[in-house]
């Protein structure tokens, strides 16, 4: 187990670089369209299509180092009410629930993205293709379906408990 946390841990790290380096992008294009909007009025075309599709990178390549450092959000208030061992089950119930939802997720991804790709979808304005970027979303998830049984693994051994 502690091979497979170290190789998540790795994985993701790598991950929140790629999301840091796309939300830098993303800060950049902003900072350039508003000074070039209201000091040149010269917006950058497809800024918006830009700043989503950057969105989503950010969003997706930052989610599993967040999820193990425990920096999401947790709804503990009835939780803490719960007998120790309750607490336990249901934490494991839920950790289940969440690697299932996660294998659905990156399995829907994979087949949208090759739908965009089919379709031939892009963005409204500047016509950039979309397919890539929900390839880059489900590859983003993948990483999920590790750290998540970790999480159950660490719940069911007590260290979290």
């Known amino acids: 187990m502690h091979l497979l946390?170290?190789?998540?841990?790795?994985?993701?790290?790598?991950?929140?670089?790629?999301?840091?380096?796309?939300?830098?992008?993303?800060?950049?294009?902003?900072?350039?369209?508003?000074i070039g909007a209201?000091?040149?009025s010269l917006p950058v075309p497809g800024a918006m299509d830009l700043t989503s599709l950057l969105g989503?990178?950010?969003?997706?390549?930052?989610?599993?180092?967040?999820?193990?450092?425990?920096?999401?959000?947790?709804?503990?208030?009835?939780?803490i009410r719960t007998p120790k061992r309750l607490r336990r089950v249901l934490r494991c119930l839920s950790t289940c629930l969440?690697?299932?939802?996660?294998?659905f997720v990156v399995?829907?991804?994979f087949l949208y993205a090759h739908d965009l790709y089919v379709y031939g979808e892009k963005s409204l304005t500047v016509k950039i293709p979309l397919f890539p970027f929900a390839y880059a979303l489900a590859v983003a998830?993948?990483?999920?379906?590790?750290?998540?049984?970790?999480?159950?693994?660490?719940t069911w051994k007590g260290s979290q408990g």
């Open 56 to 79: 989503v990178l950010i969003i997706g390549f930052s989610m599993t180092q967040t999820y193990m450092k425990g920096r999401h959000i947790n709804v503990d208030f009835l939780m």
């Open 107 to 109: 399995w829907r991804l």
């Open 141 to 154: 998830f993948v990483p999920m379906l590790l750290a998540v049984p970790i999480q159950l693994y660490r």
């Open 38 to 40: 209201k000091v040149f």
């Open 5 to 34: 946390e170290r190789l998540t841990r790795h994985i993701s790290r790598w991950f929140n670089g790629f999301a840091l380096i796309a939300l830098s992008a993303m800060l950049f294009l902003v900072t350039v369209d508003i």
């Open 98 to 103: 969440c690697t299932l939802f996660f294998l």
